[in-house]
Every structure is written in structure tokens, then in C-alpha cells.
């Protein structure tokens, strides 16, 4: 039988009784039908799950209770930030969900010379809430218990003055790259990946990356749609140097 895994926003420890919020509780309600004395499974992104079960089921609001906290270890063992240019749409949706079930660590949106999305700051908050979301549902799916970090949408240029040397390779998913998954070599520091929006990378933006550090990777002879780059190449180094 399939475990039903919901996110839950706040500590939680054994013993605990809690209503579920208004989104999860309508989800559980109407959507799973379940009922009091169901058993569920709660996560909070802190590496464990938390076995509970349904203690009541209102109009409103579903109240669980946890019986138990259990350690998981299914995070990849290579630490992978995608800086991806934000796409439109869907597209920067199905970015987030599928990196997070690849076992992303981290994901930067980012604004690039030749991005077509504009975020004005109220419009920028609600996009980091709804990716933020995204992710947290595929990690419900996927089993994870440790939610990728998002970070707000920033441009490229700031997001790369603020790196720290912390001895991540730096890769940029390029057609002119040289370099191939297979031959790299990652430290305990892990990887970032810089992938291009749907017009890629301009040449101010590579400029900037390469006076930064990153290295061109390509990955084979066929171009990719923004929403493919990313997650084919996260794919690749996973199965080459992760846990795929």
C-alpha cells in the first residue's frame, strides 16, 4: 500500500497533535478520503518522517497525531546547486519538481541577459512561495525528507559576486563546451550548474560566468529545450557520480 507522505511546516517530535493546514487537510479529506485512524506519514524537512495517524476529520481541518520519528538516508551523496534561468510558465514548474526528484540540493533562479520573464518584487514572492511549494509536493512523491533550498529569483551577475570559494565545480551548460560528465571530477564541496532560459545564455552572461570559475559542459551533439538541459544533465552527473 502506497504511504501517504504530507509536508507539514513546523517541528514536530513524537506525541505530538496537530491540525494539518487547510491545503493538506482538503487533500486528505476530499481528495484521499481518508478517515480517523488512518495512518499517514509527516515530514517537515528536517531528514526524518514521522509515522502519525488521523485522529479526527472536520469540515475544515484534519488533526493527526505522531507516533514516531524515523532518520532517512536517501539524500544523494553529491551536493548539486542548478541555477537555472527562470522559464515561463510551467516550464520553470516542471524544472523545479523534476531537480527535486533528482536529488537537487539547491535551486537559484535566476534573470539573465536574455531573459523573457520580468518579475516586479510582489510577483518575485509569489513565484518563490509557489516554487517553494513545487517542491516541497515532490517531495512528498519522491520520498525525500529534506526540501531543496530555493532561493529568491536574483540576476546573475549578484548571484555570482555573492559565491563563496567553497571548492564546488563550477559547470555552465554551453554548446561550445568541452567538457563531458563523465570525465569530471567533484569534491566533498559538490557542483553548480548554470543553464541558460529559453534564449540560453548570452555572451555577457558567459563572459561573467567564466570570468567566475565556471567551466563549459556539454552534453552531446543536440540541442535541448531549457526544460531539458537542466534535469538531462542532472541526471547525467547523478548516474556518473551520485547515486542513479
Known sequence: MRTIRIHIDQPLHVGAELPLSTQASEHVARVLRLSAGDAITLFNGDGSDYPASIQSVGK???VVQVHAAQALDNESPLSLT??????RGEKM????????????????PLLTERSEVKLDPARAEKRLAHWRAVAAS???Q?????????TPAQPLEAWLRALSDDGALRLALLPEGTLQARALHF????????VGPEGGLGDRDVAALTNHGFQGLRLGPRSLRTETAGLAALAALQALHGDL
Do not use: F, H
Not at 542548478?82 to 522559464?87: E, N
Open 60 to 62: 475544515r481541518e484534519v
Open 82 to 87: 542548478l541555477a537555472q534561468g527562470v522559464a
Open 93 to 108: 514548474d516542471l524544472i523545479v519538481q523534476k531537480a527535486t526528484e533528482l536529488g537537487v540540493t539547491r535551486i537559484v
Open 138 to 140: 515532490a517531495c512528498e
Open 142 to 150: 519522491s520520498g525525500r525528507a529534506r526540501l531543496p533550498e530555493i
Open 187 to 194: 569534491q566533498n564541496a559538490g557542483g553548480m550548474l548554470v
